[in-house]
């Protein structure tokens, strides 16, 4: 398991700047554990030959750019329903990214992505269950981005 | 030649983006239609002219790939060429969309370029909206 773990931090990192860089025009840069108020959590779940959730923590810096480079909007014209849908669309991409590139051989069911907004600490929350958990941190220049990724193997 | 283009997604987002590449690419719509899950896809289709479909596959109430089976169970519907645009992208899911009649099949994230190029082989015209050299001939069309 530890030797997946590897892989499974390599993979969702990539898959991770992936989505950001294609879709959003954000680059981003692993950062060490930070302090930093996120405004939004958006989780997805996956079951297969794997079961696990990845939990996104956007602040709102990163999340006001994200969705006005995905459409090109000006910053007056972010709605929070467009920003909802942004962030899980791209947890949607992320998680389904990461899995394809973990095993494209094995077919894995994704939940639909739940958003929440802030008052949870990243770690708590969505991704407060058993299981191997990996946190990671990311910055660019607009904002931060923090990941939860917890996994287990099917009962 | 304009066309319409049916984009089901259950993202406002993502269907903002997919219509958003189709214009930049010079490609003349007539109606972008849009619906949030296959149900409303086949509403649509009801009572609006389509050529082309664009879906995603994990949506609420009624998903792409039974979407597509519906379609392709259709008469009326079974020649409009559907491109899948997904996050599912396990070679299984990907070869049951191509062997249920999807004509092509897109992995999110994607480029702009990845969806243009689909389209272009798809539809047959060019970013200025004329007809590519490899068109099919109106008189070869199975009317």
């Known amino acids: ?155 | 030649m304009s066309f319409n283009v049916l984009i089901v997604d259950d993202s406002n987002a993502m269907r903002a983006v997919i219509k958003k590449i189709i214009s930049m690419s010079g490609f003349k719509m007539d109606k972008c239609l849009d619906a949030e899950n296959g149900r409303e896809a086949l509403d649509t289709l009801a009572h609006e002219w389509v050529d082309v479909i664009i879906s995603d596959i994990n949506m609420p109430v009624m998903n792409g790939l039974e979407l597509l089976a519906r379609l392709k169970k259709d008469d009326l519907y079974r020649e409009i060429p559907v491109i899948m645009i997904s996050t599912e992208g396990s070679e299984e899911r990907m070869r049951e969309a191509l062997d249920g009649g999807a004509l092509g099949f897109i992995k999110k994230p994607f480029l702009p370029e990845e969806l243009r190029r689909k389209l272009y082989e798809i539809i047959g015209v060019s970013n200025d909206g004329e007809y590519a050299e490899n068109k099919t001939n109106a008189d070869d069309l199975d009317f």
């Not at chain 1, 962030?87 to 590139?101: A, D, H, P, T, Y």
């Not at chain 1, 941190?137 to 917890?150: E, K, N, Q, R």
Request: aromatic share 8%; glycine share 8%; proline share 4%.
């Open chain 1, 1 to 155: 398991m530890m030797e997946n773990m590897l892989k499974i931090k390599q993979t969702l990192m990539t898959s991770i700047f992936e989505v950001f860089e294609k879709m959003f025009y954000v680059f981003l840069e692993p950062v060490e554990k930070t302090h930093w108020d996120h405004q939004v959590v958006v989780s997805i779940r996956f079951t297969g030959p794997m079961n696990g959730i990845i939990a996104a923590y956007f602040s709102k810096g990163l999340s006001d750019v994200m969705v006005q480079n995905m459409l090109n909007l000006d910053e007056g014209e972010v709605s929070e329903k467009l920003r909802e849908d942004c962030l899980k669309e791209s947890v949607n991409m992320i998680c389904g990214n990461f899995l394809r590139s973990f095993d494209s051989s094995k077919v894995f069911d994704l939940s639909l992505p739940v958003c929440e907004t802030a008052g949870k600490q990243k770690g708590e929350g969505p991704t407060g269950e058993p299981g191997q958990s990996l946190l990671l941190d990311f910055a660019s220049g607009s904002g931060m981005l923090g990941i939860a990724c917890t996994v287990s193997r099917p009962e």
